[in-house]
Each structure stands twice: as C-alpha cells, then as structure tokens.
C-alpha cells in the first residue's frame, strides 16, 4: 500500500503562490498516476489536476488551466502542484490521491488518499 502526506497549505493573499507538496511512503510509487482534488465544506469533491506514471502527461481542470501545474519527481516518491495567480475562489481543503488504473479524473477510481492541507486565498 502507499500512504501520502500533503504540506504545503496555509494563507495567502490573491494574486499570489503556493506550492503543495505529496510525500508517498512505499516502494511502487512510479507504478501509480497522482492527483490533485479539492473541496469546500458541503460540497462534493472536485477534481484539480493528474499526471501519469512517467510524468510525460497531465490534464487539469478548465478552471484551474493556466495557473496550476502538477509535477512529479519519482526518485523522491513526491508530487507537487504548483499553484499561480490565487484566487478567493481556489480557497478549498487540498488532497492528493494515488491510483493505479491510469489517468482518470473519476475520484472513484483513487485507491489512497492524503488527510488533505488547507489553502485560503484572502483578498
């Protein structure tokens, strides 16, 4: 099994950056596609972003396009999401998720999930 730690969360002002860090612990993390999810109290988990096993491919959702990037560094077993141009809107509890079936935007194809880190964006 793989277990995964998100950091990397906190307050920032609109307009500005953050970086989430997912640490993995386990030996197969190259065998695993990662993601980026998030969600607001009350409402149902939204999708933010993927990268597959090699990091050659990502998708990312339309409203985060252009602002976030998702990247992977395997000989560290972590994933990032690097996060631009913050929006109030972008304010959510952060997880990151690992899965073995490939690129999937479906939250219920993810195996293992993160205990999630907080982003406020402030304005």
């Known amino acids: 099994q793989v277990q995964l730690v998100e950091s990397g969360g906190g307050l920032v002002q609109a307009g500005g950056s953050l970086r989430l860090s997912c640490a993995a612990s386990g030996r197969t993390f190259s065998s695993y596609a990662m993601a980026w999810f998030r969600q607001a109290p009350g409402k149902e988990r939204e999708f933010v972003a993927v990268?597959?096993?090699?990091?050659?491919?990502?998708n990312y959702a339309d409203s985060v396009k252009g602002r976030f990037t998702i990247s992977r560094d395997n000989a560290k077993n972590t994933v990032y999401l690097q996060m631009n141009s913050l929006k109030a809107e972008d304010t959510r509890v952060y997880y990151c998720?690992?899965?073995?079936?490939?690129?999937?935007?479906?939250?219920?194809?993810?195996?293992?999930w993160g205990q999630g880190t907080q982003v406020t964006v402030s304005s």
């Open positions: 998720a690992a899965t073995l079936r490939g690129r999937t935007t479906r939250d219920d194809y993810y195996n293992y």
């Open positions: 990268i597959s096993q090699g990091g050659g491919s990502t």
